[in-house]
T-cell receptor
Framework: AQSVTQLGSHVSVSEGALVLLRCNYSSSVPPYLFWYVQYPNQGLQLLLKYTSAATLVKGINGFEAEFKKSETSFHLTKPSAHMSDAAEYFCAVRSIYNQGGKLIFGQGTELSVKP | GAGVSQSPRYKVAKRGQDVALRCDPISGHVSLFWYQQALGQGPEFLTYFQNEAQLDKSGLPSDRFFAERPEGSVSTLKIQRTQQEDSAVYLC??????????FGPGTRLTVL
């Protein structure tokens, strides 16, 4: 069965500092991987996705993530945090064999950005 | 509208009442998903439709939960005899087949 673990339910950084949100997955074969952001009282918005092409994936708002098969990780980074980045971030997996299939989400990481 | 819409945005129900939550997907999107997001948790899959066919309902927590999409567009998630543990945000998402899922704003259900 597939699963996702996000290390750290809360991460706090200063404005301008590096953002690093951790995600590890468990799957018998490398899955498709996603990062979503959720602002208060809003739905989820896709930041970026890995679908077995380039292992370094660039997304919106300056975020990027690197797929590392040996570490079963897909950590999200941004070189310089902005106040508007404060939100909840979710890592998710989907089986490559289930094209129309469900997403399995991690527990989420709340990012706070201090001025 | 251009995005996925859900109604109502907020619903308060007394324990034992039935509720119906509506999802309007993006026009032309074949796939439709329902997820349940408890407070402080990630979304959990409930059920999936491809057009009007319900292809996966493995995530529905009990037989009190029922979903339909009779014409392959709008979908309704119905919860019968609501319980306090049903309190959550219910998210709907739609997509073209094997593509990005676009999420609606959710319906926050509170069962008293």
């Amino acid at each position: 069965a597939q699963s996702v673990t996000q290390l750290g339910s809360h991460v706090s950084v200063s404005e301008g500092a590096l953002v690093l949100l951790r995600c590890n997955y468990s799957s018998s074969v490398p899955p498709y991987l996603f990062w979503y952001v959720q602002y208060p009282n809003q739905g989820l918005q896709l930041l970026l996705k890995y679908t077995s092409a380039a292992t370094l994936v660039k997304g919106i708002n300056g975020f990027e993530a690197e797929f590392k098969k040996s570490e079963t990780s897909f950590h999200l980074t941004k070189p310089s945090a902005h106040m508007s980045d404060a939100a909840e971030y979710f890592c998710a997996v989907r089986s490559i064999y289930n094209q129309g299939g469900k997403l399995i989400f991690g527990q989420g990481t709340e990012l706070s950005v201090k001025p | 509208g251009a995005g996925v819409s859900q109604s109502p945005r907020y619903k308060v129900a007394k324990r034992g009442q039935d509720v119906a939550l509506r999802c309007d997907p993006i026009s032309g999107h074949v796939s439709l998903f329902w997820y349940q997001q408890a407070l402080g948790q990630g979304p959990e899959f409930l059920t999936y439709f491809q057009n009007e066919a319900q292809l996966d309902k493995s995530g529905l927590p009990s037989d009190r939960f029922f979903a339909e999409r009779p014409e392959g567009s709008v979908s309704t998630l119905k919860i019968q005899r609501t319980q306090q543990e049903d309190s959550a945000v219910y998210l709907c998402a739609s997509s073209l087949i094997s593509d990005e899922q676009f999420f609606g704003p959710g319906t926050r259900l509170t069962v008293l």
